[in-house]
């Protein structure tokens, strides 16, 4: 006999399942077998069942000895124990199904009749598609079996109908886009040699009615919570409960719908468009509620006996407006309640975006946890319809002890995330299937050596990570494992760059440097590799080598069972498990041999497109029971726990696109083209999802969604859904919602989240943000604007120590970039870097910067007697530049370039390599100034830079010239700077000795002290722009002069971080803003030790200090230096 059990909330339906388990079975050692929908919901229903299975009285109790099935897999062993032969029916499982369509798909592709399929797989360099396409058509055909096994009859007697006929024939022809499919089907049905088990449909109900011991079930079966019954289940059903006790519990909104439906309902099945059910007068219902009345009218020939439990008559009776809400539904009535106000059972947020969500999120549980100090964690279910974006969000929100805001002490469990999120080893082998498939970028190969499984396989600690991203970048690879995937590109013959090639560089960078130009093959040694390294640099290269044999072999098809065979290879030779992780490796193997080493997949060639779209619906979510209800906040997905109850569901993300989920209709779905009533439509799925949680929340029911853009802050609506919702809600409350539609800001900060709301608390439990909080309110109610913070531009500091001897690297670094040295020297403090992205693909042209690098290579290698051509052979080795003739193209004008400034360096260098000379000298106040200075040939000092000459490459030799002449017993009397000219050309400048070397080196030294006292902007070219304008006779062309440089001259985020405190590297800064730094107190007290200016009434006092500075700085330069 057949019985439905009905009651609005899944509680009730599992308190009347306990009182049927609480009579013992005639054998007391058989087991009781309860089919379920979802892992989720088995978790659920097994506590429940232990807490109402003990003494009477008590809820100790033990639930044990009972099976959980899903109806797919009772229907499974059902089939299996009443086929005449039960391993011929294993073949149509869509498990296995997709081998027997790749088969025939490989053998009639060529058919006429599967050209919409050929069209789509297209020629032999797309075969990879046929497991991707073989995979949807088991899928579809899977489909057909269990939701309308009619029409696969029909197909099996030779028609193309869609399965609507009965007695008088077969139902009606497909579309002329659907006729492949039933003559697809009746080749597969030839390939496996068996009918499929729903031709046999009609025979196993019939055994099974008539023989009920065929199949080794228990004398009492029950179906908990199905959200759908398929035509296959619905005849199953019938014939179990025709010598069996079969028990449906199911939940269901409304006794007043479930009676308006039973009144009407006609013959199943029967097309969808034809439904002439009732339809429900409350919006909700209308809205979401088909998906039940359709389930209710498939069962309606069951002819099942029914029972409605109601809900408990404190729950029936309580008077908040949630459970206004579930009160009309369950009478199919809306109606305004006298007197209702809103409370905390039913809110809707509305946010500034997912991350801001989660925020309010978590605030708003602790506001719930400290109100109803009964109500815990394992109380709370959150729902959402796209787990993988909230996830990070939520994991960083909650979960994370010894943090100061109370939310990080809630545990959180994610219940049903993909694979790749919580197994380390399948994650690594999608991975590599991903590089197989790609081009091996260089940040690929340090992401996978950084997966933890790949770690532990090679023991790399941090350190080694970081040294090991240092030598992919020095070593110049940029992608490709070897040349050989190279071919793949048409890039045959240049290896450089590949991880091979930079594998072959760290090993020889063992045993040679890189400066002697020495190479083996296309390798050329990397210099750093230090002798303590040496056992790294073996373990990188075995990395790469085992990478690289297992990326080679993937390239090849080959059948599944040597697929297998490789993948746990891949497994073996990349990863290691820890003591906690050797389930992961365990789970991986099992998957791999369930997946590709079933009977059905020998004999199939798989290529490795195949194997990634294996990979893809092997990885995809997989909630397990273990997962849910573990005592902290479960999130999940919306399915797994759709209708368990819980004193607060929290539907979170909410948005509108993201739910209801995409309804996109599959073209190739016949049942989604011709639906009949009570096949399944994931619109109207997501819909019932939704009513589910609604009813199945017993105090709580929380919903969040983006009701602003984050970004320009203007209004979002809801989703449909929602906002029926919203609008059920204020029909409640007479008219209107406000109290339930709560929107908050955009920051977490604003003080309007620590004000006093109606449940006598703030929003926040942020103690960090309420002094922020705190400052807004008290600027908003004095109307001020707010005071100004302080600038680094207005700081005056005291002077150094006298006894801060002077480093003279330090006093050149100086003039170079004033007020960086400020930042950097004074206070100790400097700019994050910009991470520069070690680049992974080859370039076709060169910036200013890998110009610059190539060129100063090679005219240090000229400088010092090496071969052009040695040099030039040595760059093609290295890997930085472009492939093949575009490369050399490019290399010829550097390598012209830096043989002119060699060539004219040469003139004035006797040798290979200059002197080092010394440098110590006194200053008056007592401090002294010491340093080194190199590349002094005789009498001269011989500065050789590929840059372009610019201010800066001649004020570092000048500076260099006036130490060594008051500090070094050496005669110097010139300084020549050898830089860059036009094009190609090389240029010279001659700064000659001064007959004043310590007055103007003091004065640099006294500017020096200034400028750590007081923040200035003088970079060299700015400084030399306005000494020059002052000596053209013209003062009042100085500022002018450095108005008019390049707007790259005013970029500085030093200068952008002093001025505003905004270090913006790209922002163009005022000039005048930057020359005021110069009139700070310690460069206006420092002018009677500077050179004279003339005043001028364009002029500023801080203009005029900026033009004293300037001159003090570079105008005895100027004065001493000669040009070629």
Known sequence: MLTVHRAERADVLADVLAGQLAVPPADPMARETVAVPARGVERWLQQRLALRLGGTGRSDGIAANIDFPSPERLLRQVVLATADDPDAAEPWYSDRLVWPVLHVLDDEIGDPRLAVLRNHLGGEDRRGRRLAAASVIAGLFAGYGWQRPAMLVEWAAGHDTDGTGGADGPGRPLPEGFTWQPWLWRRVRDRIGQPHLAEQLDAVAARLAAEPALVELPERLAFFGPTRIPESLRRLLGALAAGRDVSLFLPHPSEALWRAVAETAGPVPRPRDRRTGPRPEHPLLAVLARDVCELQEVLGPLRARE?????????????????????????????????????????????????????????????????????????????????????PLIAGTFGQAG??????????????????????????????LDLAAGRVRSG???????????????????????????????????????????????????????????????????????????????????????????????????????????????????????????????????????????WQRAQAVEMIGESLGSAGARGVTLALADLRDLMDGLLAARPTRSNFRTGELTVCTLTPMRSVPHRAVVLLGMDSGAFPRGSAVDGDDVLARLPLIGERDRHDEDRQVFLDALTAAQDHLLVFYTGSDPVTGGDVPPPVVVEELIDTAGRILGGSAPGVVIRHTLHPFDERNFLVGRDGGPRSYDARLLHGARELARLNASGAPGSRPALLRDAVLPPRGDADDIDLAALIDFFAAPTERFVRQRLGAMLPRRDETHPDQLEVDLDGLAQWKIGDRHLRGFLGGEDPRVLGAAELRRGSLPPFAIGAALLAPIEEKAQAIGQLAQTHRAHDHGDTVDVLHELPDGRRLYGTVGDVFDEQLVAVTYSRLKPGHRLSAWIRLLAIAVGASRTVTEAVVVGGGRGRRAEMRRLRLPDDPGEILRRLIAVRDAGLRAPLWLPPAAAEAAARGYASGRPAIALKAVRGLGRWEFKDPYAGLVLDDDPDPERVLPVDALIGMAGAAPFVELAPELPEVVEHDGHTPAGQSFVRLARAVFGPLLAEESQR
């Not at 340090?446 to 941090?462: K, M, S, Y």
């Not at 240092?470 to 490709?480: D, F, L, N, S």
């Open 307 to 391: 029972v409605y439990h109601p809900l408990p008559a404190a729950d029936a009776t309580s008077s908040t407006v949630l459970a206004a809400v579930q009160e009309g539904l369950r009478c199919d009535r809306l109606e305004t309640v006298p007197g209702a106000v809103a409370d905390d059972s039913l809110e809707v947020h509305a946010c500034h975006g997912p991350e801001r969500q989660v925020e309010v999120l978590r605030d708003r549980l602790l506001r719930l946890f400290d109100d109803h100090p009964e109500l815990q964690p394992r109380d709370v279910v959150v729902m959402c319809p796209d787990v993988e974006t909230f996830a």
């Open 444 to 582: 690929d190969l340090l992401d996978l050596i950084a997966q933890p499984a790949v770690r532990r396989c090679f023991e790399l600690t941090d350190d080694d990570l970081e040294l090991l991203a240092g030598w992919v970048e020095r070593a110049g690879i940029r992608w490709g494992i070897d040349g050989t995937q190279r071919d793949r590109f048409g890039l045959a013959g240049f290896p450089q760059g590949t991880a091979v090639a930079g594998r072959d560089r760290v090993l020889l960078g063992v045993l040679a440097e890189e400066t002697s130009n020495e190479w083996l093959g296309v390798g050329l040694p990397l210099d750093g590799i230090e002798s303590t390294k040496i056992d790294l640099a073996g373990r990188f290269a075995e990395f790469v080598d085992r990478l690289g044999a297992l990326l080679a072999a993937m390239d090849t098809p080959r059948p599944a069972p040597e697929w297998a065979q490789l993948l746990v290879e891949a497994v073996d030779r990349l990863t290691a498990a820890g003591r906690e992780t050797q």
């Open 403 to 432: 943090r100061d805001h109370p939310g990080y002490s809630l545990r959180v469990k994610l219940a049903d995330r993909g694979l790749r999120e919580t197994n380390e080893v399948l994650d690594v082998l999608a991975a590599v």
